[in-house]
């Protein structure tokens, strides 16, 4: 295996891919943000290498999709789930107001259209749509004119440490709306940046097996962190990288069993071969198609606090498909 940090340039990405395949003539890639994969996808489709993007941008699988799939379901799931789940505990007889607040890049504008076109549908109110360049360390300005329009619900696209910013900002004006984020919301250095500030009032789509669901998946997971060390306790971004992993392992040995040998093209056709695979819970069952790589579209809402938790607060549910279930 050979790992390359590209540390979100998107040139240094595209770089590293294109040596992945004329150079080292690897036989699967895995390509982490979505600025990075749909930057790299023209020559992943090119030479034929199977990809897994990590960041779940549903851009990455606007038509052509071949050779590139996701782990699980994109941010529009997350969009939907978030959408669905404020419709659901939203009292009184206005519309709920909602504001966005992300990143200014593919990462943080992947959430804006399907929420503006699913809020419409359900009958939300978008008043807002704020985002700011990735490096940006207050977001004073960017809350006031939320809380401005009345945005009672905040859904954020952005990495941890920002987040850990828009609560420092929304403290420093007495500003208490309900905050929202994707999958993507934490890592290991939020818990310890946001001592103190997190308060357990971030609420976030979660695809992914927990702790609590004592799941055959999620003892691999423990075992994993328990033998290496490369974190101490569940987190969501070690959790992906598992998946990830699975999968890649999945098709290799689906790719041996069914062509008796592992190149780029009985990959991908052994990946097209998925339907419903069991990964033990860790994560929503996968299926791959000709057409479709998006792998799932189950998502639930926990809560995350302070401690490192996550808490369900849903069960499973498909959104926009399926009735969402509130544990008490």
């Known amino acids: 295996m050979t790992l390359v940090d590209t540390a979100y340039k998107v040139p240094e990405a595209v770089s590293a891919v294109r040596k992945f395949a004329v150079q080292e003539k690897v036989d699967m890639i895995a390509t982490w943000g979505a600025g990075e994969g749909l930057a790299a996808k023209p020559i992943i489709q090119a030479y034929k290498i199977p990809t897994i ?148 009032r971030l609420l976030m789509q979660f695809p992914g097996g927990l702790p609590s669901d004592r799941t055959p998946g999620m003892k691999i997971m423990t075992d994993l962190w328990t033998r290496y060390k490369t974190v101490t306790k569940f987190d969501a971004s070690y959790w992906e990288g598992v998946v990830v992993g699975m999968i890649m392992e999945r098709a290799f040995i689906r790719a041996h069993e069914k062509y008796g040998d592992i190149t780029r093209e009985t990959i991908n056709s052994a990946l097209e071969s998925f339907k419903n695979e069991d990964f033990g819970g860790l994560v929503p069952n996968v299926t791959y198609t000709k057409t479709d790589h998006g792998a799932s579209f189950k998502a639930r809402i926990v809560k995350v606090q302070e401690n490192g938790n996550y808490v369900p607060l849903t069960k499973f549910f498909i959104p926009g498909k399926e009735k969402i279930h509130l544990f008490k």
């Open 53 to 200: 993007n990590y960041s779940t941008s549903w851009e990455i699988l606007e038509p052509p999709v071949d050779y590139m799939y996701l782990p699980f379901g994109s941010y529009k799931m997350d969009c939907y789930a978030i959408l669905d789940y404020i419709r659901a505990i939203h009292k009184g007889k206005e519309k709920p107001k909602v504001g966005l607040l992300t990143f200014n890049n593919a990462y943080g504008r992947s959430i804006h259209k399907p929420s503006l076109e699913y809020a419409n549908k359900i009958n939300i109110d978008i008043v807002a749509v704020e985002e700011f360049p990735p490096k940006t360390v207050d977001l004073t300005t960017e809350l006031l004119r939320l809380q401005k329009k009345g945005t009672q619900y905040i859904v954020m696209q952005m990495l941890p440490s920002a987040i850990i910013t828009t609560f420092k900002s929304a403290d420093r004006i007495g500003y208490n709306p309900i905050f929202f984020g994707t999958w993507t919301s934490t890592d290991p250095d939020f818990f310890k940046l946001g001592k103190g500030i997190i308060k357990d």
